[in-house]
């Protein structure tokens, strides 16, 4: 199972920041952590940032069961 962390109000909705979930894509994932309807709309918007291993990757990347996969919203600043 992937090792997968939820950044800033992703976490916040989630009710939680890592966890282990199997999936063999960074997409599978994303299916996975949609299914709760809390995070669904949050994963379909433009600008969600996906890591794995400390790369910036797009949702064809396949994922291992050692991966780590981190996802987080866009930030804005000023």
């Not at 939680?16 to 063999?24: L, S, T």
């Not at 291993?53 to 069961?65: A, L, S, T, W």
Request: proline share 6%; aromatic share 4%; hydrophobic share 45%.
């Amino acid at each position: 199972m992937a090792r997968v962390l939820l950044f800033g109000s992703l976490a916040d909705v989630a009710g939680w920041r890592e966890r282990e979930i199997d999936g063999d894509s960074v997409e599978a994932l994303r299916a996975t952590l949609a299914e709760d309807e809390r995070l669904a709309d949050r994963l379909a918007r433009p600008g969600l940032m996906t890591v794995v291993n400390q790369v910036v990757v797009r949702g064809d990347h396949p994922v291992g069961p050692d991966d780590e996969v981190a996802f987080a919203p866009p930030v804005s600043g000023g």
